[in-house]
T-cell receptor, first 114, second 112 residues
Framework: QKEVEQNSGPLSVPEGAIASLNCTYS??????FFWYRQYSGKSPELIMS????GDKEDGRFTAQLNKASQYVSLLIRDSQPSDSATYLC??????????????FGQGTTLQVKP | NAGVMQNPRHLVRRRGQEARLRCSPM?????VYWYRQLPEEGLKFMVY????????ESGMPKERFSAEFPKEGPSILRIQQVVRGDSAAYFC??????????FGQGTRLTVV
């Protein structure tokens, strides 16, 4: 079992729709969770961090965390073509010395069609 | 530019040569991490350093790879005797203590 799992996609949504990206993780003791966006040939860009169960909203983005189910998701409202990218779920494993040590999923490719 | 700075952006080496990748953390950050992204694969953690200390090198290959973060100057990821399989994008990230990590633009290493 992979430590952080994501559906590789591509996930295709029409412009203006809600895109829902999902991630599961195996380390039950993980405490910190992150979503990064990576455009082709570019570096990962931090979008959201979430540490507690529930929802966290920032603009068009909402991160959701359910530690009991070991599940974290990212919702993108009013999707735009510029949101087309690979979205990486990252988990800070239990026992890490700092939050920068991350286990990444393979990423989900999102395509927003005009 | 207060972001994480990596150089060079692109590096071409012949098999058997050495590659040196440099990373200066974001202003105010003292924790540096190196990641590797192989073609069509995910980001993999390699090593975590603070000034003059390697904190966690659990992701470093056992041979040919080393990293340092000296008291003065940037962090260096060194790959000796490069092979074609080392061709990848190498990303550096930095953070404060228990804060989010931000990534540099990466170094694309090509071994010919």
């Amino acid at each position: 079992q992979k430590e952080v799992e994501q559906n590789s996609g591509p996930l295709s949504v029409p412009e203006g729709a809600i895109a829902s990206l999902n991630c599961t993780y195996s380390d039950r003791g993980s405490q910190s969770f992150f979503w990064y966006r990576q455009y082709s040939g570019k570096s990962p860009e931090l979008i959201m961090s979430i540490y507690s169960n529930g929802d966290k909203e920032d603009g068009r983005f909402t991160a959701q965390l359910n530690k009991a189910s070991q599940y974290v998701s990212l919702l993108i409202r009013d999707s735009q073509p510029s949101d087309s990218a690979t979205y990486l779920c990252a988990v800070n494993p239990q026992g890490s010395s700092n939050t920068g040590k991350l286990i990444f999923g393979q990423g989900t490719t999102l395509q927003v069609k005009p | 530019n207060a972001g994480v700075m990596q150089n060079p952006r692109h590096l071409v080496r012949r098999r058997g040569q050495e590659a040196r990748l440099r990373c200066s953390p974001m202003k105010g950050h003292s924790h540096v991490y190196w990641y590797r992204q192989l073609p069509e694969e995910g980001l993999k953690f390699m090593v975590y350093l603070q000034k003059e200390n390697i904190i966690d090198e659990s992701g470093m290959p056992k041979e040919r790879f080393s990293a340092e973060f000296p008291k003065e100057g940037p962090s260096i990821l060194r790959i000796q005797q490069v092979v074609r399989g080392d061709s990848a994008a190498y990303f550096c990230a930095s953070s404060g203590m228990n804060t989010e990590a931000f990534f540099g633009q990466g170094t694309r290493l090509t071994v010919v």
